[in-house]
Structures are given as structure tokens and as C-alpha cells.
């Protein structure tokens, strides 16, 4: 009789204390989704009130049952069920894995705004070499002198120190990203030292210079902290603007390169309205801090704040937040809402980076994240050629919005 009693109250002590580990998981696990909900702030406070109130109630029915000591008989109470327990038990352990899955998405929702609107930017050097040349390694042009851009940025002198503290070689400006590309082709000088975004620009521009006539033997890379020009507004009231930088690289979006997509996105509150404002990216503007006009697109050469900074000077305006975007991002934000909705004014095939070839037709299209960004990037199938990409673009991020607001 003793022994069974001292099993019904080490059972007991059993139940009370798993009831009390579930209960503590399930009140971090809750909090855990409401804090990372609320950093998100894609839910309205309203909504989010409402999200607040309901979970209370849940959780005080639940941790009610878990935690509510047996009443004994005799007293005019009904004694707690076993049922009961088990069942709030089972809907506790559902209710933690909602909650944190919740969080992870929530999560990974966070880092990836942190990436599109970072305050960290990486410059990325190339050490570069004809590709007959004898030059493998650092090691092989210690003594050598190695040609450099004609340009006065504080980075690219950082980059310079850091390869000279790597290898023991001389500098010589030679001159414009194309006249340094041009007089290594020609053998005119034997090592290049420019900003990978250049680099791939001479490709594009410099006769001869391509990824197999050069080698890149070594890398430099250098992070910076973005200059953020932004301008906080209260954006449940007035009016702001979102500049939209749409690099034309895959990876990480804190790598510095060509701004081809420049777009701003003007949202008022008040009449819940949204003007998208693009600019062509071969604008010939006035660089704002480097004193010198070149194309709207090598702005971004110089980063996001030199971008901002430029578009706020063009169009007389102040650029309250900035969002990046490239390549792979464009992709992961619409496979992540589960594709989007675009309309086309025309039917036309264009062939995405993964190498297949994707066809749209004239209206509307449901697009997964790689046949939105081959809508987004083919110019030549029309007249109007990088006009009507722009109007494509345009309805990518139209799409983005209207699949956001309705889910």
C-alpha cells in the first residue's frame, strides 16, 4: 500500500514537473514570436494587439490546466481530469511548434531586411595579370609595380595599403578604368590592381579584356560602414521615399557594384497611395561627393550613399530609407511570398541565369522568383528596349507589393 503511494506521488512529481518545463518552453517560445513579429513590422499595431490578446487567452487556458494543482475531493470541487492535462499538454507542444516556426521565419524575414538596407558595404579588389603571364601568386610580383586607377577614394587607398602590406610593390596611376584595362591587354603594364565592379565593367567596354585573356591572382577586400544619408519620418503619417538599388551581381548584397535599377518609391499614408519613379540607369548625373558627372549606374560604384546622395541632388528630394536588391535577393524575396502576379504588355521569351529560357505573355503572368528576374532583366526583345525593361521592373516590385498587402 506505502509503495503504491510512493509511485502515485513520484508519478506525480513526474507530471508536475514536465507540466512545468512545457509551461516555460511554451511562454519563451510565444514570447520568442511576438518579439521577432514586432521587429519585423509587417503586421499593423492594430493586428498585432488583436494577435497579443488572442495568445493570452490561450495561454491562460493552457497554462491553467498545466500548472493547476489536483483539487482533492470532498472539497465541492471537481477534481482536475488527467484528460484535461494531456489534452492541454498536446496542445501546448502544437502550439511551441507554431511558435517556433513562427520565429525562424520571422527570423530569417529580420536578416534579410538587415542585408537589403545593411550599414555594412564591401569593396572587393582584384590583383589582375594577362592570363600567359608568369605571375601565380602575391609571392611573384614582390619588386613589381603594379598600375592603378586614376581615382581619389578614401577606399581605394585602404585597398592599396592592404596589398602593400601583403607584397612589396610599387604603385603607378596609369588612368581611367578603361586606359588601365587597355594597358594591361596591350603589355603595357604587366599587373592591374582596380575594384572588381570595374573589372567586370572593362569586360563589357575595353576591346581584348576578358575573363580568359586576364587571371585574377589575389583579392583585396575591403568593409566599410554606409554613410546612411536617411532621413526617419513617421511613416504612419507622412509621406516618404524608398530608393531602390538594384544591383546586377549575384551573392552578397553588401559587395559593391553597378546600380542598373534605380527606382524611387514614393508612399503616402494618408491616401494610402504608391508612385514608383524610375531613372534610367546611363543618366548622365553629377556625382554628389566626387565632384565629376558619369552614368547613374557607376554611382554605386562608390556605394549606396554616394547613389543616394546623387538621386537626392537630381531630383531635389530627401530619400528617407534605401532598400538593395541583386540578383539572388530578387529571387529569394518571390519564392518566399510564393511567386507573384505581373502584368506584361507583351508576349516575349527571355532566358533567366539558371539558364532556362522563360515565356510571358501579353497580360497577366504568375512568376516564380527566377522568371521574375528574366522579366526584370531582358531589354532587347523590345523597340523600346531599356524603357519598357524599366516598365517590367516596374511590375515586379507592383507584384511584390500587391502579393505582400494581400497576405
Do not use: W
Not at 67 to 83: A, H, Q, T
Not at 228 to 239: F, G, I, W, Y
Not at 264 to 279: D, E, F, G, R
Not at 289 to 305: C, E, P, Q, R, W
Request: a negative charge; one cysteine or more.
Amino acid at each position: 500500500m506505502r509503495s503504491e503511494r510512493k509511485q502515485e506521488e513520484k508519478k506525480e512529481q513526474g507530471n508536475k514537473r514536465f507540466a512545468t518545463i512545457l509551461a516555460v518552453i511554451y511562454i519563451i517560445a510565444t514570447a520568442a514570436l511576438l518579439v521577432t513579429t514586432f521587429m519585423v513590422g509587417v503586421v499593423p499595431m492594430k493586428y498585432f494587439a488583436a494577435i497579443i490578446a488572442v495568445l493570452l487567452v490561450i495561454s491562460f487556458f493552457i497554462l491553467r490546466s498545466l500548472l493547476r494543482k489536483p483539487d482533492k475531493p470532498g472539497k465541492g470541487k471537481k477534481p482536475v481530469r488527467e484528460s484535461k492535462k494531456r489534452a492541454a499538454s498536446v496542445f501546448a507542444i502544437i502550439m511551441i511548434l507554431i511558435s517556433c516556426t513562427g520565429t525562424y521565419y520571422m527570423a530569417n524575414t529580420l536578416d534579410f531586411f538587415g542585408k537589403i538596407s545593411g550599414t555594412e558595404q564591401t569593396h572587393e579588389y582584384y590583383v589582375t595579370v594577362r592570363s600567359e603571364s608568369e605571375y601565380d601568386s602575391l609571392n611573384d610580383i614582390s619588386g613589381q609595380t603594379v598600375g592603378l586607377m586614376d581615382l581619389e577614394d578614401e577606399v581605394y587607398t585602404e585597398a592599396q595599403d592592404r596589398l602593400k602590406a601583403k607584397a612589396e610593390v610599387d604603385f603607378e596611376t596609369i588612368g581611367a578604368f578603361d586606359a588601365l584595362a587597355s594597358s594591361l591587354i596591350e603589355g603595357q603594364t604587366d599587373v592591374i590592381f582596380l575594384n572588381s565592379a570595374y573589372y567586370d565593367l572593362a569586360i563589357e567596354e575595353v576591346d581584348g579584356f576578358t575573363a580568359d585573356t586576364t587571371r585574377i591572382i589575389d583579392t583585396v577586400d575591403v568593409t566599410v560602414d554606409v554613410q546612411s544619408n536617411a532621413k526617419a519620418v513617421n511613416v504612419t503619417k507622412e509621406p516618404f521615399n524608398v530608393y531602390i538599388s538594384g544591383l546586377d551581381t549575384t551573392g552578397s548584397i553588401g559587395n559593391i557594384s553597378r546600380s542598373d535599377v534605380n527606382m524611387v518609391m514614393t508612399v503616402n499614408p494618408q491616401t494610402k497611395t504608391i508612385l514608383l519613379t524610375s531613372i534610367p540607369r546611363d543618366y548622365y548625373v553629377d556625382l554628389a561627393t566626387k565632384g565629376a558627372k558619369d552614368k547613374l549606374t557607376h554611382s554605386g560604384l562608390y556605394g549606396i550613399d554616394e547613389t543616394t546622395a546623387t538621386v537626392e541632388d537630381l531630383l531635389g528630394i530627401d530619400i528617407n530609407y534605401y532598400v538593395k536588391v541583386n540578383f539572388t535577393t530578387v529571387v529569394k524575396l518571390v519564392d518566399t511570398l510564393g511567386g507573384i502576379t505581373v502584368n506584361s504588355d507583351y508576349s516575349f521569351s527571355a532566358k533567366g541565369l539558371d539558364g532556362q529560357t522563360y515565356s510571358f505573355t501579353a497580360g497577366e503572368n504568375y512568376l516564380s522568383g527566377e522568371a521574375a528576374l528574366a522579366f526584370s532583366r531582358e531589354r532587347y526583345s523590345f523597340a523600346e528596349g531599356d524603357n519598357q525593361r524599366v516598365k517590367n521592373q516596374q511590375a515586379v516590385i507592383t507584384g511584390i507589393i500587391n502579393k505582400c498587402t494581400s497576405s
